[in-house]
Every structure is written in C-alpha cells, then in structure tokens.
Nanobody, 115 residues
Framework: VQLQASGGGLVQAGGSLRLSCAASGIIFSLYSMGWFRQAPGKQRELVARISSGGVTNYAPSVKGRFTISRDNARNTAYLQMNSLKPEDTGVYYC??????????WGQGTEVTVSS
C-alpha cells in the first residue's frame, strides 16, 4: 500500500494550496480518506475526512476554508486549502481507513504559511 502526498509548500497568509494523495495497493473506493496535520511540538490532528460515500467532515478551525474531495477514478484524494493562516503550518498526512486493521498513512507533505 502506498499513499503519496504532494502539493505542500511555502505560501503567504491568505494564499491557497491544493494537496493531493495518490493511493495504490488498495480498493480506493472502499476507504474513507482523511487529511491530518502535525504542527511542531503538537499532536497530530484531524483536518478533514471524506467517507467512501462522499460524506465530509472538518475540524472547526478549517471549516469554510478547506475542502476535501476524492476522485475514485484516479485513486486520489485532495485537500483544497484557501485563506491560509500561519496556524495552518505543519506537516500534512493523508490517511486511508476502512477498519482498525486496514488503516494506512502517507509520508506527509509540509505546508508553511508565512505571516
């Protein structure tokens, strides 16, 4: 199983980035896909998740600014991040989950938002 996250970078506050998570080795359509982030010195936290059926949920801190989506034909999940703030800085990880056993993580992509 591979989850390849990409799209991170350095952006000014107020800017946008789109993260991608390309999955292989799983039946992508059966998995819920999530984006987590970990800021320096902090625990990893859920940013957004999209179920296999397309139901989404977001952390309160990103609701209205971030949008999670998926393309089952491309085995890829996306996180569109708008109106970025310095507190959005961190390493963003994608997660594919079906059950406690079938729970996989990507390698992370770094997002830095400058003020």
């Amino acid at each position: 199983v591979q989850l390849q996250a990409s799209g991170g970078g350095l952006v000014q506050a107020g800017g946008s980035l789109r993260l991608s998570c390309a999955a292989s080795g799983i039946i992508f359509s059966l998995y819920s896909m999530g984006w987590f982030r970990q800021a320096p010195g902090k625990q990893r936290e859920l940013v957004a998740r999209i179920s296999s059926g397309g139901v989404t949920n977001y952390a309160p801190s990103v609701k209205g600014r971030f949008t999670i989506s998926r393309d089952n034909a491309r085995n890829t999940a996306y996180l569109q991040m708008n109106s970025l703030k310095p507190e959005d800085t961190g390493v963003y990880y994608c997660n594919a989950r079906r059950t406690d056993t079938f729970d996989f993580w990507g390698q992370g992509t770094e997002v830095t938002v400058s003020s």
